[in-house]
């Protein structure tokens, strides 16, 4: 199957960056490849940090991190080489939306993606019952395939 919009959910984490690459190798000639990042809101989990800095300084260093994720991504498929890779930040810092997946899941209707590649983190037990699952959450609202790609190194 040739896949003509693929979206790729790109984090900075090892497990990301296979998913860019595979991403990318799924991409045939005329496809188009979209990485996308989501910058959280700065509350979200980090409620004691927030006492100490101000929104505005968390905030801004969560879009600064986020933009460099975005560079890196292209880089990569600069240097892999046959596709062109265009790159979304969706921000969710200056929302009360504190949920990834459902941005995600939103990212890849208004791009018209007839597949998303995400990278699992794998975790299990009591780690995943408390982080839960961006992958997991985008899977279940998806209506596209989603192909989950995860660290072979943590398979073992």
């Known amino acids: 199957m040739m896949y003509k919009n693929i979206l790729v959910a790109v984090d900075g984490s090892p497990t990301s960056k296979l998913a860019l690459h595979e991403a990318l190798r799924l991409a045939k000639e005329g496809a188009q490849v979209r990485a996308v990042n989501v910058v959280e809101n700065p509350l979200a989990g980090y409620m004691t940090l927030t006492m100490v800095y101000s929104y505005e300084v968390m905030h801004g260093a969560f879009l600064k991190v986020s933009q460099d994720i975005l ?5 990569d498929a600069e240097n892999l080489g046959h596709i062109k890779l265009e790159t979304s930040l969706i921000d969710l810092g200056a929302t009360a939306d504190f949920d990834i997946a459902p941005a995600l899941v939103k990212a890849a209707t208004d791009f018209q993606a007839d597949l998303i590649v995400i990278g699992t983190h794998g975790r299990r037990g ?4 408390f982080l839960g699952s961006v992958a997991e959450n985008v899977i ?3 209506l596209v395939p989603v192909l989950l790609i995860r660290d072979a190194e943590k398979t073992h």
Do not use: E, N, P, V
């Open 71 to 75: 560079k890196g991504a292209q880089k």
């Open 126 to 129: 009591i780690k995943r019952l």
């Open 140 to 142: 279940r609202q998806s």
